[in-house]
């Protein structure tokens, strides 16, 4: 089989997983069709997003299913003025080695280790805090002390911002900007989207979505390879 057979025949698989994960999510979420597919986009892009509604459109819960749905490791970090880089990155904390009695120092991991995180309100916290994620967001590592972490992956990050309150915002430099991959806006849902949203909320059934077969193995090859094999394929 030649390398354009593999890319085109892995392509196919790949469809066939979104369109299934897809499916996966519409259980829960209603509506905001154009908003899932570049969600998806992405995701499968490896890149990251950032999302501009006012609050009430289900945007933690698309993302949440998102990460249920594959099986990834999900984290949402509320972002206010008084946040702190080590409050998403991690800190130091001092042990005591009860057999010998040494005290040292051991990094404890902060909510940024994960495979799938919501920064919601990204805009309301300071720029040093807004800073600690360029690392993560080019490199998908994070440098504390000298000594480098290496993040899990996939790694996604999902960021909001509220457009219609502007007072105790800090806007998002360039250099942070250039980091997302897609500004998606997202919409009030028709007429017929809210009725539907209505009865799925205050029904006595209520609409979960389920673990698909496209798994966390075969979505993080996909995105660390999808470069690599498009090369492969022009070659």
């Known amino acids: 089989m030649s390398n354009l057979e593999e890319v ?26 154009e908003v899932i597919d570049q969600l998806l986009i992405t995701f499968l892009a490896g890149g990251h997003a950032l999302l501009e509604g006012v609050p009430g ?14 099986d990834l490791h999900f984290r949402r970090i509320q972002f206010t003025p ?20 040494k005290r040292i120092f051991k990094f404890n991991k902060g909510p940024l280790f994960a495979n799938i995180i919501l920064a919601d309100e990204i805009n309301r916290t300071s720029p040093k805090t ?5 690392e993560a967001m080019q490199e998908f590592a994070v440098t504390y002390a000298g000594t480098t972490y290496p ?3 996939p790694f996604f ?3 909001t911002q509220n457009p219609i309150e502007q007072s105790g915002t800090f806007p998002l430099p360039e250099a942070q900007l250039d980091r997302f991959l897609l500004y998606i806006k997202v919409d009030y849902p028709t007429l017929e989207e809210e009725r539907s949203i209505l009865e799925n909320t205050t029904g006595k059934k209520k609409r979960t979505n389920q673990k698909c077969n496209c798994g966390k193995q075969d979505f993080g090859g996909t995105t660390l390879g999808a470069r690599s094999s498009h090369q492969s394929g022009v070659d």
């Open 8 to 33: 085109e025949k892995s392509a196919h698989e790949v469809i066939a997983s979104l369109n299934q994960l897809k499916q996966e999510i519409k259980k829960v979420i209603v509506g905001q069709e």
């Open 130 to 134: 807004q800073s600690a994620l360029l």
């Open 157 to 159: 990050i999902l960021a």
């Open 82 to 101: 008084d946040l702190m880089p080590s409050d998403i990155i991690g800190t130091e904390i001092l042990e005591e080695d009860h057999t010998t009695g």
């Open 57 to 70: 459109l289900a945007k933690t819960l698309m993302i949440r299913s998102l990460a249920e749905a594959i």
């Open 151 to 153: 993040l899990d992956r």
